[in-house]
């Protein structure tokens, strides 16, 4: 069991329906694309697959895939969706479990790499990754750029979404490196709002380059979203791409 906070079945049975934008066509079009090409036809490995929001669109595509989830919840809403023969699902955590074979891709998306808690789960994450690649072989990250930038001295919190439905923001606690996500979602027609909060360790691009580093991998490629588009200053996410050497 690693640090990560395990998600239970009530929100796992209201995941999909949360996350409505981040399944649309507009999102998952260059995500699957971005991915697909870098698997090369080959085999990949996603970790912390959840409800296969991507796994399973991905296979859909015709990648074989594989996933590692923590929670038993998460991957049993994947369940409804596809079978065992056609993506099988393995249950444990990223950081140390091993899945038989090789893969030409192995995959974190949505920020998922923040939920190990410790600098050493993540190297060992990385180190995962390596293990479970073929030669030549890519490690994918999608994660979000440390809002620090937006912190006056004395301030702690950062809103990043303020609508209707939904109020949520970041607390930072920055001699741990750790983030907690605070939600605030109006649940039904009364007005009441229901609260959640997560915590997660944030890390910069160059943090990560060097776990990769640690594992084996070299940094191919940093771009901004799937789209491709440059990373640079001012981008709030990247999708970082490392290479095991073939």
Known sequence: MTSSELWNRATADRYDAEETEM???AVLGPTLDFLAELAEGGRALEFAIGTGRVGVPLRERGVPVVGVELSEHMAAVLRRKVGE???????????????????????????????????????????NAARH??????????LGVPPLRFL???????????????????????????LVSHHFTRDGDDGRYRRDAS??????????????????????RRVA????????????????????PA
């Open 152 to 178: 006056p001295p004395g301030q702690v919190a950062v809103p990043f979404d303020v609508s209707e439905q939904h109020l949520g923001f970041d607390t930072f606690h920055l001699v741990e490196q750790i």
């Open 133 to 142: 690649l073929a030669p030549g072989g890519r490690f994918v990250i999608e």
């Open 23 to 25: 399944s649309s066509a």
């Open 199 to 220: 915590r997660h360790r944030y890390a910069w691009p160059a943090e990560l380059d060097l776990m990769a580093r640690i594992a084996g991998l070299e940094l191919e």
């Open 85 to 127: 023969d056609v993506l099988p699902v393995v249950i444990g955590d990223m950081a140390k479990t091993v899945v038989p074979g090789e893969f030409s891709l192995v995959y974190l998306v949505y920020n998922t790499i923040s939920n190990l808690l410790t600098q050493d789960e993540q190297v060992e994450c990385f180190r």
């Open 225 to 244: 979203d799937w789209d491709g588009s440059p990373f640079t200053q001012d981008s709030g996410k990247h999708i970082s791409v490392w290479r095991k």
